[in-house]
């Protein structure tokens, strides 16, 4: 018979996204098959710390999002490369092979490349983009760059780096008002302000530099936000499209998505007609390709009477069991734990398609 898939769920972080995280980690280990996987929480506190928790108990206050934490530490974790995909316990016994991780560490050093990085290093197969996929879907300016390299629809906008004079009267001449102000490597819509006039943009750009070094000014769209979900390494497929409808918020802020319960009204399938969504759909796909992903990723729309706009990709997207990602796909077809099921299995076919891959010259060698 066989052993079931260690699976390490990896979760927290160093990133303004923390409680976020550990929200999504709690619906996903709930609902993995206990009967086809042997789940590892793992950890990250805000310092940077990594720790095995108790799977009783990995975190704190669990119905409350703002009071959410990490919970009981069993032991801190040191990760070390070895042919077994072993990782070593300071002062205990050593954890036992890791088959596979499910990194849901929201923004920085999560969805930024880093963690991938180190699990590319550790030789693990994990879920969702790797490295390069990663850093390019978080990089909003990249992100933007490479969309319109491959002649993909997106808004305009420009791009401050910290030092640099803030130019009020060219932002009001190249996007006019209102517009978005945001940090070029977050998510979440962390420290992201609508701005309606030049008397509140230098606020709004201190605040985005809180967060990051690099800012986007983006202009706002005046239209409806709509979402698509796409799965897959080589030959990525698009679920149905949804609509993201704020309520008693501006816009869909990290209070509307993840403190208000009543923040949003969610739509799935969204109310369009069949050549939207396909263009939807179309581009969805396209947008995986350009930047790419591999795995799974939500890519976020605005429409504009009949025009479709690329906005961003989420390369980790919210995991809860009402986070638009996971619900797109049940409304496919394919339920929460079948999604799972899904997104290990691909991390395991990149894993060995890339471990066939030669690592050394062999002279003599025809290709």
């Known amino acids: 018979m066989k052993s079931k898939i260690r699976v390490a769920v990896v979760f927290g972080g160093r990133s ?7 929200q999504s980690a709690l619906s996903i280990i709930a609902a993995l098959d206990s009967d086809r996987y042997d789940i590892v929480p793992i950890g990250i506190d805000t310092g940077g710390k990594w720790h095995v928790l108790d799977p009783e108990h990995f975190v704190n206050a669990p119905e409350n999002p703002s009071r959410i934490s990490l919970g009981k ?3 801190e974790l040191s990760l070390v490369p070895g042919e077994d995909r072993s990782a070593m316990l300071r002062g205990a016994q050593n954890l036992p092979a890791i088959d ?3 990194p849901v560490l929201h923004g920085t050093y999560g969805e930024d490349g880093s963690i991938q990085g180190l699990l590319r290093m550790l030789d693990v197969p994990f879920v969702g983009s790797s490295i ?12 933007k760059r490479l969309f319109t390299e491959a002649g993909l629809p997106t808004p305009r906008y420009m791009v401050l780096r910290a030092g640099e004079p803030l130019d ?6 190249t996007l006019g008002w209102p517009v978005f102000v945001k940090p070029a490597n977050m998510g979440s819509s962390v420290g992201v302000t609508k701005v309606h006039s030049a008397a509140d943009l230098r606020e709004a750009a201190a605040n985005a530099f809180e967060y990051d070094r690099k800012i986007l000014i983006e202009e706002a ?16 497929r698009a679920s149905v499209v949804g609509e993201v409808v704020p309520q008693h918020h501006e816009f869909y802020s990290y209070e509307a998505k993840y403190l208000d319960e009543h923040g949003a009204t969610l ?7 069949a050549p939207i969504v396909d263009r939807v759909r179309d581009l969805a796909v396209k947008a995986f390709g350009a930047l790419c992903l591999s795995g799974m990723a939500r890519v976020d729309f605005f429409l504009r009477g009949g025009e479709v706009l690329l906005n961003e990709v989420n390369t980790i997207p919210g995991f809860t069991q009402i986070s638009m990602y996971p619900k797109l796909w049940e409304a496919t077809g394919m339920p929460y734990p079948e999604l799972l099921n899904e997104l290990i ?9 890339e471990s066939r891959l030669r690592t050394r010259y062999m002279s003599g060698v025809r290709s």
Request: proline share 3%; net charge negative; hydrophobic share 40%.
């Open 16 to 22: 303004a996204e923390h409680e976020v995280s550990l």
């Open 73 to 75: 530490s069993v032991h």
């Open 100 to 102: 596979v991780v499910f």
């Open 132 to 143: 390069l996929g990663s850093a390019l879907g978080m990089d909003k300016e990249m992100t």
């Open 168 to 173: 009020q009267g060219g932002v009001e001449r």
């Open 221 to 236: 769209i005046e239209g409806r936000e709509l979402e698509c979900s796409v799965l897959g390494n080589d030959s990525p």
């Open 267 to 273: 739509i799935i399938p969204a109310r369009l007609d």
């Open 345 to 353: 299995r691909l991390a395991i076919e990149r894993h060995e398609h």
